[in-house]
């Protein structure tokens, strides 16, 4: 199975700080990756598609990015509504794996 | 609106059985892949099995093969799992989604399953 090693897998920021999480795969990979955000006791919301596709509704704040095995997701100015953990996914193989997640928390 | 909701999730001994359904709404469940995706109490998410739109296609992660049978009705917009054998490791939220281009769009809001003497 393909691992998804997320890093940092938490840390504290503030209103307005740009913030940049990175998702690196054990092989090579297409763009067959998204990232979903999920705040406590809800269930995922998917952010971002083939590593570079903001989904509906989701503000431009949100990016992705892929550089060979390691997929970024950056959010431009953080919002107050964007503390949350995110989670990279692939969906390039079976089985499909998530990364471990990361928190980010208001410092 | 599309609609996924859970049900089925509950209190099972380990190596009992429980059934999982998702009902489907708000779009044409036919034409969809689906999919369980479950998450461990204050743990991450887990991709647990997919379907093709007509069921004839099945994928499973491993650690649940040959236990747990994802099924659909589309006459009924229904998703379901079968889960046999269960044991602690399988307590969990379970998800249901809706796939588009392998990504998961739409979420149900999950049943929680726990497997405990």
């Known amino acids: 199975a393909i691992r998804l090693t997320q890093s940092p897998t938490s840390f504290s920021a503030s209103v307005g700080d740009r913030v940049t999480i990175t998702c690196r795969a054990s092989q090579v990979l297409t763009n067959n990756v998204a990232w979903y955000q999920q705040k406590p006791g809800k269930a995922p919301k998917l952010l971002i598609y083939t590593a570079s596709t903001l989904n509906t509704g989701v503000p431009s704040r949100f990016s992705g990015s892929a550089s060979g095995t390691d997929f970024t997701l950056t959010i431009s100015s953080l919002q107050s509504e964007d503390f949350a953990t995110y989670y990279c996914?692939?969906?390039?193989?079976?089985?499909?794996?998530f990364g471990q997640g990361t928190k980010v928390e208001v410092k | 609106e599309v609609q996924l909701v859970e049900s089925g999730g509950g209190l099972v001994q380990p190596g009992g059985s429980l059934r999982l359904s998702c009902a489907a709404s708000g779009f044409t469940f036919s034409s969809y892949w689906m999919s369980w995706v479950r998450q461990s109490p204050g743990r991450g998410l887990e991709w647990v099995a997919n379907i093709n739109r007509d069921g004839r296609e099945k994928y499973y992660v491993d650690s649940v093969e040959g236990r747990f049978t994802i099924s659909r009705d589309n006459a009924k917009n229904s998703l379901s799992l079968q889960m046999n054998s269960l044991g602690v490791e399988d307590t969990a939220i379970y998800y249901c989604?809706?796939?588009?281009?392998?990504?998961?769009?739409?979420w149900g809001q999950g049943t929680l399953v726990t497997v405990s003497s």
């Open positions: 989604a809706r796939d588009t281009v392998g990504a998961s769009y739409y």
């Open positions: 996914q692939q969906y390039n193989t079976y089985p499909r794996t």
